[in-house]
């Protein structure tokens, strides 16, 4: 049971606060993972120069949790809009929640924010029937005075301007349309750097294709490419032959290799 007060503190590139967070808390636990981190903590210098701040949380030495704050004109994930500063993801480990560390978290960034003269922040969260839903519940931003301005489904968005003249952002709006060819089987993958989940993702798609040699064609459309963003909107997703293929986490290569084999099939 942890007994200390927490502490809040900015992540410094190459510490170990920063490893925890680009293994997303996974510390250690596979080499798939470890090499995800390596590329992240490139993405998070990129990511600092544009203004983008990250803070860890610790109680009587250990991580506990951790947050970012990325400029809306720089993430990757979530909306779109202007001078807003997103959360893409709060992360509290299970064995430190009620401790008030979540909120203690999210005003951190909101003092970035303000300090950095944007007009409010704004993040992405879930709503779902399950009480134990962990990731992002839309329920704890709205008691730490969010509101909700926007819902598709379980996403909504939600923020918290700081001023009653502030422009609200948008939910990305998906716009793709599958280009055929030929054939081949086509392998649109779609995903952002950002999510270390995706980012492994995207590793296995590669790999499995190319087992197929010439006959799969994979077309990437990284989030963090500004442009490709903007146009389709879409930060992770996997079409083969423009039919969506997905798992509820990290797409395992088995079910990758068999959804190309029955596309291989159809060509």
Not at 19 to 40: N, P, Q
Not at 91 to 106: A, K
Not at 200 to 206: L, N, P
Request: proline letters at 5%; one cysteine or more; glycine letters at 8%.
């Amino acid at each position: 049971m942890p007994t200390g007060d927490p502490m809040i503190r900015e992540i410094e590139a190459g510490t170990e606060d920063e490893w925890f967070v680009a293994t997303c808390s996974h510390v250690g636990e596979s080499e798939e993972i470890d090499a995800c981190a390596r590329h992240r903590q490139f993405l998070f210098q990129k990511l600092r120069e544009q203004g983008a701040r990250f803070k860890t949380a610790t109680v009587d030495n250990a991580h506990a949790g951790f947050i970012y704050g990325v400029p809306i004109e720089s993430a990757s994930w979530g909306a779109v809009g202007e001078n807003v500063m997103m959360i893409p993801c709060l992360y509290v480990v299970s064995d430190f929640s009620r401790h008030g560390l979540g909120r203690s978290l999210v005003e951190a960034v909101e003092t970035d924010a303000r300090d950095a003269g944007m007009e409010g922040v704004a993040v992405t969260a879930y709503r779902y029937a399950a009480e134990d839903f962990w990731f992002m519940p839309a329920a704890f931003f709205d008691e730490l005075g969010f509101e909700e301005i926007e819902r598709r489904g379980s996403e909504v968005l939600l923020w918290k301007p700081f001023r009653s003249d502030a422009a609200a952002p948008k939910l990305l709006q998906p716009n793709w349309s599958f280009e055929p060819a030929p054939g081949k089987v086509v392998v649109d993958l779609f995903w952002n750097a950002f999510c270390p989940t995706s980012g492994i993702e995207a590793q296995r798609v590669r790999e499995v294709a190319s087992e197929f040699a010439d006959d799969v064609i994979v077309r990437e459309h990284q989030a963090e490419d500004r442009s490709k963003l903007l146009v389709h909107q879409t930060p992770r997703a996997i079409y083969i032959n423009g039919v969506e293929i997905g798992w509820g986490y990290e797409a395992p290569r088995e079910g990758i290799r068999q959804a190309i084999q029955e596309a291989l099939l159809a060509v």
